[in-house]
């Protein structure tokens, strides 16, 4: 258990449907972040929030839109996928401020674009 | 850019060996550096870390080797056991201040 909780663990969809993962943090960070994780790929980062604001947009697509309410939860919206964008979904969180910063990560959700 | 490779794919050790885990990393500015591992099904955990001041460190049957002269990381697992079989993989914390993965080796452990 590393404090970072991801739902759901697996998803199947439809390149015309919408959907949405969750983050959950429970560690008191202030930063939350959406990785991507291809097969025998490095982790790509997709997004970071700061205490709620977004302070990073890798060059995403936009059919992938995240939304951070609070510090302790992050979302990610997903419409009109792409086969390509199969792949497991990881939050994780750390707290911003010192020098290099640990990242927690959930367990990630593994998404099937059919 | 910023990149951090592994210098193999793949590694298998036998129950009890100890295994060294490579990385180069390109980026002499990067102070920070992690090592995580990954089991199937799950996100990477944090193993240990070290700083640009230090050029070795250890945790738990685990140390970390920081040469900044050739840009190069490794890990050491002491007595190898088969809890260990995983993905291992590095990061850097350079001038982007965001964390650049590699791409990860495939420790098996053999009985």
């Known amino acids: 258990e590393t404090g970072v909780t991801q739902t759901p663990r697996h998803l199947v969809m439809g390149m ?3 959907k949405s993962l969750k983050c959950e943090q429970h560690l008191g960070h202030n930063a939350m972040y959406w990785y991507k994780q291809s097969a025998k790929k490095p982790l790509e980062l997709m997004f ?36 390509e964008d199969s792949a497991l979904y990881l939050c994780a ?10 990242l927690f990560f959930g367990s990630g959700t593994q998404l099937s674009v059919l | 850019g910023e990149s951090v490779g ?11 060996d100890n295994s060294i885990i490579n990385c180069a990393y390109s ?45 190069h990381l490794s890990l050491q697992i002491a007595a190898t056991q088969p809890g260990d079989s995983a993905v291992y ?23």
């Open chain 2, 89 to 111: 993989f590095c990061a850097e914390h350079g001038s982007a201040r965001q964390l650049t993965f590699g791409s990860g080796t495939q420790l098996t452990v053999l009985p």
């Open chain 1, 93 to 102: 969180s750390s707290q911003r401020g010192g020098q290099g910063e640990k």
């Open chain 1, 48 to 83: 970071v929030y700061n205490f709620k604001e977004q302070t990073e947009n890798n060059s995403v697509p936009s059919r992938f839109s995240p939304e951070c309410p609070n510090s302790s939860h992050l979302f990610l919206h997903l419409h009109t996928l792409q086969p």
């Open chain 2, 27 to 71: 980026n002499s500015a990067s102070d920070y550096f992690i090592w995580y591992k990954q089991e199937s099904g799950k996100g990477p955990q944090f193993i240990i870390d070290i700083r640009s001041n230090m050029d070795k460190r250890q945790g738990q049957r685990v140390t970390v080797l920081l040469n900044k002269t050739v840009k």
């Open chain 1, 16 to 18: 015309t449907n919408k």
């Open chain 2, 6 to 16: 592994l210098h193999l794919p793949t590694l298998s050790v036998q129950e009890g």
